[in-house]
């Protein structure tokens, strides 16, 4: 038994689907990070890893996977755009999240300072400069810090228990 002071043996290991189904208790907020490529390219990709870490100065965060794609895009790019879907953008997390020859094509999208597309429909948009990555396990942790953001009405998309939701408010009790 250990003493006052110090720590306690980690407790049995658990595998990686256990731990996916805990996580899944948390519902998250459902994003389109996308940024320009140096060939004038645009990427875009679903996150739902997306965090604020500081108010002053305005920083958010975000990761991805070592595995992606668009890793090395993403590790160049010196700006990009946070897109948080709102509920009725459910096929647009999943386009964004899956192969496809042109994620881009139909999707109606602005450009803004980061040159980088500012989607229709959004409940909310933040425009970034990188501050800095972090390897993190299997994971780049990327912070950016926030130029611009806007607020539109109507609901976040989220998601829980590997499904699609919408935010709804609860009343005061």
């Known amino acids: 038994m250990p003493t006052h002071g110090q720590a306690a043996s980690p407790p049995q290991a658990f595998d990686s689907r256990q731990f996916r189904d805990a996580l899944g208790e948390f519902a998250t907020g459902v994003t389109i990070i996308c940024a320009r490529t140096g060939s004038g390219r645009y990427v875009g990709l679903t996150a ?4 604020s870490v500081s108010l002053d100065p305005p920083l958010v965060l975000w990761s991805l996977s070592g595995q992606s794609a668009s890793l090395a895009a993403f590790e160049t790019a010196e700006r990009y755009s946070v897109n948080v879907l709102s509920a009725g953008q459910s096929e647009l997390a999943r386009r964004f999240s899956r192969p496809h020859e042109d994620r881009f094509a139909g999707v109606g999208y602005r450009l803004g300072w980061a040159d980088a597309p500012l989607i229709e429909g959004c409940a909310a948009w933040f425009e970034c400069v990188h501050h800095t990555r972090h390897r993190a396990g ?10 611009t953001c806007e607020r539109a009405s109507g609901h976040g998309l989220v998601f829980h228990h590997g499904r699609f939701g919408a935010v709804v408010p609860m009343r005061d009790a």
Request: hydrophobic share 45%.
């Open 138 to 147: 299997d994971h780049t942790i990327f912070v950016g810090e926030v130029a």
């Open 48 to 51: 739902n890893s997306f965090n």
